[in-house]
């Protein structure tokens, strides 16, 4: 089904409501909002993509969208700057602690990262495992490489453990991923 | 008045519901899937943010948006990657032929477009003057120098034809703007 501006809409039961997936949300924002403020990288979470079909004009200081449907992203969450590269990245939580399913992921955001790869850009996604508090950090190349090799449908964790990162919890940056780029992807350059 | 997410409620009169403005966007919008389809570069348009206040739950398929407000953007609208460089910028459609008025983008965009380019970013504006037909591209730092030296409320024409650079209009992509990057910034660090 084909919605205004050639996305899908949105399925009620793939957008999260509850509580679920917001922790690891507002701990990246957190760190995202302390980045900026000690100007050492501008990323930003970008807005949930709405159609609007409805909006009451009740006066000109004043108007409310009466009517909206949730759109499926094209694009991943959080963009943004750092150390004069592109920085584009995805974050999820899961309560499996096995594996990470790809159908925690939309496709064309696996997609979107793999261009960013190719167009010379830092491209990530941030895996948390509830079960296991932890949180790893792993490269879209890296990602990419397991499914062009394997014919599965999750990712195990024994690869994230080998060939991704683990992110420490830290006080003030919460997640702090930047530290992961510094030691990897920009040791990697110099 | 503060609203949920930090940011305050964008007022209907800045939001632009009439055709004015949609033009310009829907040329670049286009000129960002050609780009796209053509792996020449990777930006997008980022959702008009919203706080949903209320959301009506049908069934596990389907949900709607039942009360929702605009918010002020606290970054500008279109960014992305090429040649491995990360690019921010806003666009804006005016009717005044003599000027480009301040008031016509939000503050924290301009300071937002700033620290892009003190990241090192390629942040830019383009503007288009409705009733001359003609499109500018200003880059952020030559826009700021203007209101840094000089106490005023609105860029000159002058000045953007002096320092910007007209983007001709095409078949495709209709707004090439890369090609100004391609010219200026990339023969600059060549």
């Known amino acids: 089904m084909k919605y205004p501006g050639g996305l899908k809409k949105e399925s ?8 679920r997936g917001m922790k690891l949300e507002s701990e990246i924002n957190l760190t995202n909002e302390y980045y ?29 969208i009466t009517e909206a449907h949730y759109k499926v992203p094209s694009t991943t969450d959080y963009n943004g700057i750092y150390r004069n ?9 899961i309560n499996k602690s096995t594996s990470f399913p790809l159908s925690n992921i939309h496709s064309h955001q696996i997609s979107h990262l793999k261009k960013i790869f190719n167009h010379g850009g830092i491209g990530f996604i941030i895996i948390r495992f509830n079960k296991l508090n932890e949180t790893y950090l792993i490269f879209i190349e890296d990602f990419l490489f397991y ?8 990712l195990p964790i024994e690869y994230i453990k080998e060939k991704g990162f683990i992110i420490k919890d830290k006080y003030k940056p919460r997640i702090d991923y930047l530290e992961i780029l510094d030691n990897v992807c920009f040791e990697r350059m110099n």
Chains 1, 2 share one sequence.
């Open 85 to 93: 590269k592109y920085i584009d990245f995805e974050a999820k939580e």
């Open 36 to 64: 900026l403020e000690n100007d050492i990288a501008v990323i930003y979470k970008k807005p949930t993509p709405i159609t609007v079909n409805k909006v009451d004009f009740k006066n000109r200081l004043d108007c409310v």
């Open 147 to 154: 499914f062009e090799h394997n014919n599965k449908k999750s």
């Open 12 to 19: 009620c039961k793939s957008i999260d409501y509850s509580n």
